[in-house]
């Protein structure tokens, strides 16, 4: 399988827990975007590398959110002290940037539910 | 203003009808313009991207841009009950920086196909 995979697929937890994210980018793409969506609402973008550097972050990104793609390749996004407004399908995207023509394939999602 | 609005629907339409699918965004320098298709519980899957004035046709899809209103829809011919989804419309902001490109999307149009 050659597209975008996230890892895990589903997450429940309770309030207060640290969870962790995983997404692998379609290979040789550079750009690697996250985004949250909930539900009756489109994906909102939360922030986005080029390469290994985080170049963007969305203000929904609050400092509970960290993310990293410490080698240019997979990325992971971290959510400390989750709280129950954190439930959500986070999504992962990558595409081959080449600026306005880009084209961004999704991942599968990781849905969250925080208890 | 909401930067990209779409009717959230459901759209009716019987089998073997065109489903229309329409959608409006604010930013007038907005260049890339992308629908996406989402199952329900699924992530986004890309259909069609249109970066011109016009109309861009692949098989039973249809994208039309007409950047002077600001207007963006999606025509299915021959409507099947697998195409019931829920449509996203999705727009690169405005490149300002040369260094963003991510999408901003709208809540999306659920589209039913009754058999």
């Known amino acids: 399988d050659t597209g975008v995979s996230q890892d895990p697929r589903h997450k429940i937890t309770k309030r207060g827990q640290n969870v962790t994210f995983r997404c692998d980018p379609i290979?040789?793409?550079?750009?690697l975007y996250w985004y949250r969506q909930t539900l009756g609402q489109g994906p909102e973008f939360l922030t986005y590398f080029q390469n290994e550097a985080q170049l963007e972050k969305s203000r929904l990104l609050s400092d509970r959110f960290s993310a990293e793609r410490p080698k240019g390749s997979f990325s992971t996004l971290e959510i400390q002290r989750t709280e129950q407004g954190d439930s959500a399908m986070y999504l992962c995207a990558s595409s081959l940037g080449a600026g306005q023509q880009e084209t961004q394939y999704f991942g599968p999602g990781t849905r969250l539910l925080v208890l | 203003q909401k930067e990209v609005e779409q009717n959230s629907g459901p759209l009716s339409v019987p089998e073997g009808a065109i489903a229309s699918l329409n959608c409006t965004y604010s930013d007038r320098g907005s260049q890339s313009f992308f629908w996406y298709r989402q199952y329900s519980g699924k992530s986004p899957e890309l259909i069609m991207s249109?970066?011109?004035?016009g109309d861009k046709e692949d098989g039973r899809f249809t994208a039309q841009l007409n950047k002077a209103s600001q207007y963006v829809s999606l025509l299915i011919r021959d409507s099947q009950p697998s195409d019931s989804a829920t449509y996203l419309c999705?727009?690169?902001?405005?490149?300002?920086?040369?260094?963003?490109?991510?999408?901003?999307f709208g809540k999306g149009t659920k589209l039913s196909v009754k058999p």
């Open positions: 249109i970066y011109s004035n």
């Open positions: 290979s040789e793409h550079n750009r």
């Open positions: 999705a727009v690169i902001g405005r490149v300002v920086r040369g260094s963003q490109g991510n999408l901003i």
